[in-house]
């Protein structure tokens, strides 16, 4: 190349190709690929190929999608429509086409007047989750690059709104099930550990009692006041990570309202299933959040970074992540009827983030992404009924939403069904087809099998569910 940084049409063509060879080659061998390859991760680190410096002149660009190959290949694979571990984010190929878009135009977002039209594609796309969730017209926010960035600034956000400057005797209410990137953000927006109360949960392990009980919730947040404190925020959790339970978002609506608390959803997971009816319904609440974070990067199948803020008035939003003053560098910019969104979170380096989201929306349709979602609903309810019934395995409770926690039964001690358990998800996982993970839920073990990957469908589900009937009945005995 005459000018290497700077490919001709023709140089850019051919890189172009390269990659989508390459692509289309994963693709193609994902049903089949690993799902999770720890066997040799030291080999892989140590290969001096993978971990060699840049060199003075360049590689051949397919012998570096050799090495990001090799680099792939250990570890865990959400992509595969048999991962029914963690959260799976399964990637869809149509935002990595909007990413590949953006990063070509190359265009800041931080503000409105550097590029108008595509803040104001994004600004469409956050409106409309706004109305998915039922929030009124002042509801406002940002796409993040995750979860956690997003409840940090709720957190913010819910501080400077109802603490102010002297906000070190705030505490704030979520149950031991929320999601550890709440008392993470919590810390980083400057509380000491004792401000975040763990509020207890109703009724037993196996009895689905995981959702917070709004009268301890009650209780608590009068003994902070009669001792000084100042309660000012609750978290609701719209599906825990755990096992998918959605707290009693209508009855902690109703308190915050009678105590003037924050109100704050964390729908990271589960929130995008206000799409569907079913979901929409159990979700019921969610609409009178002061905050929600969702996670597009989960329920709506995009590359994993895509995460969303939505708050209930914009101004709230904007009033704790502004600046006192105007860079001076900036005063020839127009001001336009559209969000700047380095005024409404931490970042003022920004890309185009919304094209990601928007583009799988306007290419593929909404009813696609209910269809999907439906999909996820019917087939935990399936999974739950297969599995149920099976000697030697207990199951919480119904799934509320795409999530079915489990846990081996029967003679032993609780530490003996514990090793029990996780030999269950041993021997699944090893046969190769589909990936489950555990959890630790009031110091048990449980283990989870969460759907909510695009490209899984009834017929890897029902792998997943005949290895576990049949290991967990091997394991239970004559």
Same mark, same amino acid.
């Given at each position: ?8 049409? &023709?140089?850019?063509? %051919? ?12 693709? #193609?061998?994902? =049903? ?51 991962? $029914?571990? $963690?959260?799976?984010?399964? @990637? ?30 994004? #600004? ?11 929030? =009124? ?8 690059? @995750? ?85 000012? *925020? ?44 079913? @979901? ?8 009178? #959040? ?13 590359? $994993? ?13 904007? %009033? ?6 105007? &860079? ?38 909404? &009813?696609? $992404? ?26 919480? #409770? ?9 846990? *081996? ?40 099998? *969460? ?12 792998? %997943? ?14």
């Amino acid at each position: 190349m005459d000018r290497p940084l700077e490919p001709d049409d &023709a140089q850019w063509r %051919a890189m172009a190709g390269q990659v989508v060879d390459y692509l289309s080659g994963v693709l #193609a061998a994902l =049903p089949d690929a690993p799902l999770a390859d720890l066997s040799y991760p030291h080999d892989v680190l140590a290969d001096p190929d993978l971990r060699r410096p840049p060199p003075e002149h360049g590689r051949p660009l397919a012998e570096l999608l050799a090495v990001v190959d090799r680099a792939a290949r250990p570890g865990l694979n959400p992509s595969s429509p048999g991962y $029914f571990a $963690f959260i799976p984010g399964s @990637g869809l190929v149509s935002a990595g086409l909007a990413d590949l878009v953006a990063d070509v135009l190359n265009r800041y977002t931080g503000m409105a007047a550097p590029a108008p039209g595509l803040v104001a594609l994004e #600004a469409d796309v956050l409106r409309w989750l706004a109305d998915g969730l039922g929030l =009124p017209a002042t509801a406002g926010g940002l796409l993040t690059s @995750g979860g956690s960035i997003a409840t940090l600034s709720a957190l913010i956000t819910a501080r400077h709104d109802r603490l102010g400057e002297d906000f070190l005797s705030g505490t704030l209410y979520a149950t031991d099930q929320v999601h550890h990137a709440v008392v993470k953000a919590a810390r980083l927006a400057g509380f000491p550990t004792g401000a975040v109360r763990i509020v207890p949960t109703a009724g037993g392990l196996h009895d689905g009692g995981l959702h917070m009980d709004v009268g301890a919730l009650a209780a608590a947040v009068a003994a902070d006041r009669a001792a000084g404190r100042t309660p000012f *925020c609750v978290v609701g959790s719209a599906g825990t990570t755990n096992t998918g339970t959605v707290d009693p978002l209508p009855a902690i609506a109703d308190l915050c309202a009678r105590e003037g608390l924050w109100f704050h959803v964390d729908g990271a997971y589960g929130g995008a299933f206000a799409l569907t009816e079913r @979901g929409s319904a159990r979700l019921r609440g969610i609409e009178r #959040a002061d905050s929600v974070v969702l996670d597009p990067h989960k329920g709506l199948f995009l590359p $994993f970074g895509t995460g969303a803020l939505l708050v209930r008035d914009v101004g709230a939003l904007r %009033a704790a992540h502004s600046g006192d003053d105007e &860079a001076g560098y900036l005063h020839d910019l127009d001001e336009l009827e559209l969000p700047d969104f380095a005024a409404l979170g931490p970042e003022l380096t920004r890309d185009t983030r919304g094209l990601r989201l928007w583009l799988p929306l306007h290419l593929h349709g909404v &009813a696609a $992404f209910r269809d999907a979602l439906d999909e996820k609903l019917d087939l935990a309810a399936a999974a739950y009924a297969s599995l149920r019934d099976v000697d030697g395995l207990t199951l919480l #409770a119904p799934p509320e939403l795409s999530t079915i926690a489990f846990r *081996c039964s029967g003679p032993g001690t609780p530490e003996e069904l514990d090793a029990r358990t996780a030999e269950l998800l041993r021997r699944v996982d090893a046969e190769g087809r589909v990936f489950l993970a555990s959890t630790r839920v009031r110091g048990r073990r449980l283990g989870r099998l *969460c759907v909510l990957n695009h490209r899984t469908d009834r017929a890897r589900l029902d792998e %997943a569910v005949s290895a576990l009937r049949r290991h967990a009945r091997d394991l239970a005995g004559p």
